[in-house]
């Protein structure tokens, strides 16, 4: 019987470690796919201990500083996102809103929160005009390029301008945070999450 000379072991089993990988990605339907790209930074909090959350200093759409502790005693739905975003913000600020709307309805006060990663363009007036459009409890935050960097930075949230042009896009984490009164970490959802997931997700930490 005729040998395989072995100079062909090693791209042969290049090829075959190639081929499984190629199977085991078939396998994964896309929301998979996009979701192991975009896997939150939350998921460090309960196996890495590390923190999400900490202190900032932003400003609100009545042009008011605001500061992390400002919002003790709250229980916020927290997103970071920016108003020029064409479609993942946009929707997931709407199924924040639901969301909120649902949890009034069970009579449990969540205060929504909107955290821009595009301080130069989306001043006050443009949070302001924006969020007009969502939950009325909406509570948007700016801020320079260094204080975005900073709340963005203790949530672990990732983003980058994308283009130099005056309609670049940013690209961003889009996972919504749920905090505690306290400040603390409680649970996160995928901005593909329906409001009755969130809600759900939310009273069975409340409760």
């Excluded at 005729?2 to 290049?14: A, D, M, Q, T």
């Excluded at 949890?103 to 821009?116: A, E, N, Q, R, S």
């Excluded at 975005?148 to 990732?158: C, N, P, Q, T």
């Amino acid at each position: 019987m005729n040998k395989i000379p072995s100079r062909y072991w090693l791209p042969l089993g290049f090829l075959a470690t190639i081929t499984l990988a190629f199977l085991f990605l078939l396998t994964l339907t896309p929301q998979q796919v996009a979701d192991k790209e975009t896997a939150p930074a939350a998921d460090k909090e309960t196996t890495q201990d590390v923190p999400i959350g900490g202190p900032f200093t932003l400003t609100d759409t009545q042009g008011v500083s605001r500061k992390a502790a400002d919002f003790r005693g709250q229980y916020l739905l927290l997103f970071f996102g920016y108003t020029f975003c064409p479609d993942i913000c946009p929707v997931t600020l709407q199924t924040l809103s639901n969301a909120v709307e649902k949890m009034d309805k069970k009579g449990l006060k969540v205060t929504p929160v909107f955290i821009t990663l595009d301080p130069e363009r989306d001043n006050v007036d443009a949070m302001g005009h924006y969020l007009a459009n969502f939950h009325p409890r909406f509570v948007g935050l700016t801020g320079t390029v260094e204080q975005i960097a900073v709340a963005a930075k203790a949530y672990h949230v990732y983003y980058a301008k994308a283009g130099e042009d005056a309609d670049y896009l940013v690209d961003h984490s889009a996972i919504v945070f749920f905090m505690g009164p306290d400040g603390k970490y409680l649970a996160h959802f995928r901005h593909s999450d329906s409001a009755e997931t969130m809600a759900k997700g939310m009273s069975n930490r409340i409760d």
